[in-house]
């Protein structure tokens, strides 16, 4: 069983940056983000491919965040840039040991970390 581990989250000003760490026990495939506000189903952010040349965004955070994997410690970052009021949410880390590729899907993945809050002051 791998765990995963975030950190990186606080409060932050609109405008502001802030960048995610997820790091993992062993090894996994396709790792991806996603996020849950108050009062809301948990949602996909973004996603990488196991050799991380392949990434995958959400159309509301296209061009302000990037995931970035570093396989030799088994680590996925999620630099978010930019931030707004609605990106407040608990980000969770999310990995997979059945798919090498891009997964959007909440049950396409097996592994996920405890979460990590972000809030967007205005």
């Known amino acids: 069983q791998v765990q995963l581990v975030e950190s990186g989250g606080g409060l932050v000003q609109a405008g502001g940056s802030l960048r995610l760490s997820c790091a993992a026990s062993?090894?996994?495939?396709?790792m991806g983000w996603f996020r849950q506000a108050p009062g809301k189903e948990r949602e996909f952010v973004a996603a990488?491919?196991?050799?991380?040349?392949?990434?995958y965004y959400a159309d509301s955070v296209k061009g302000r965040f990037t995931i970035f994997r570093d396989n030799a410690k088994n680590t996925v970052y999620l630099q978010m840039n930019s931030l707004k009021p609605e990106d407040t949410a608990v980000y969770y880390c999310?990995?997979?040991?059945?798919?090498?590729?891009?997964?959007?899907?909440?049950?396409?993945?097996?592994?996920w970390g405890q979460g990590t809050q972000v809030t967007v002051s205005s």
């Open positions: 999310a990995g997979s040991s059945r798919y090498s590729g891009i997964r959007t899907v909440v049950d396409e993945y097996d592994y």
């Open positions: 062993g090894r996994t495939f396709g």
């Open positions: 990488v491919n196991w050799s991380g040349f392949s990434t």
